[in-house]
């Protein structure tokens, strides 16, 4: 069968270096789940290398000339290869409540909504890791006080241990993106609950960000806020100024003062 042609629309940079690839699939530990679902395979340059691995591989792909193609080298994926939109499709269909890792070279036009899509399914995803545009993969990872720290790298870090691995150049894909790779894993923390309510730490994270060259105290007046709770000296910071564990701990005070998710 004829390789497949990479599909603009879908952002699709066909990985030719399987040197690279066997490194991504090695990026999984393999601990604490038997299952592993790959994002996005393609023409399964990274597939061949998880399907030689002791864990029952799924693939979920949108491309229908790839799940052709996948279909016809690949007699190991039969009945594994998942036609569908991995952002609007019911995992559970397949998982039913099991524990499974996430890996894929990610369409750089959705990997963020593939990470915050994971974040929905964390009590099921211990383990997550794939190559993403290399700004992407580096802001997850990122620490407070930089520029790249944000959104999501506050929602990432709150559940999983986040570790950017190595760069990718761009002249190992076919075609070549205009940008560099970067490969990172996610590693669910053992315990992943909030002592605050969640959705409305999701709401302060992303409320702070809005405006976040402003301090808490005007980003997040929002939230009708009380005057007495909006003297705390933490409204003087602005988002990018607290780590997690203090956007956690500001959600909490905000809980306090009797405002709900």
Known sequence: MEKVKAKKHLGQ??????????????????KGYDEVLEIGPGMGVLTKYLLEKPINTHVIEIDTESVDYLGANYPKLKDHIISQ?????NINEVYENKQFAIIGNFPYNISTQIVFRTLEFKHQIPEFSGMFQKEVAERICEKKGSKAYGILSVLAQAFYITEYLFTVDENVFIPPPKVKSGVMRMTRKEDYSLPCGEKLFFTVVK???????KTLRNSL???NLSDKLRE????????????????IELTQKIEADGVQS
Not at 13 to 30: C, G, Q, Y
């Open 232 to 247: 705390d000296t933490i409204f003087d910071k602005r988002p990018e100024q607290l780590s997690t564990e203090e956007f």
């Open 221 to 223: 007046k929002t939230l």
């Open 85 to 89: 939109d991995f952002l609007k499709y």
């Open 207 to 213: 409320t702070a960000f809005q405006q976040r060259r």
């Open 13 to 30: 940079h066909f990985l030719k270096d399987e040197s690279i690839a066997k490194a991504i699939a090695d990026t999984l530990t393999l």
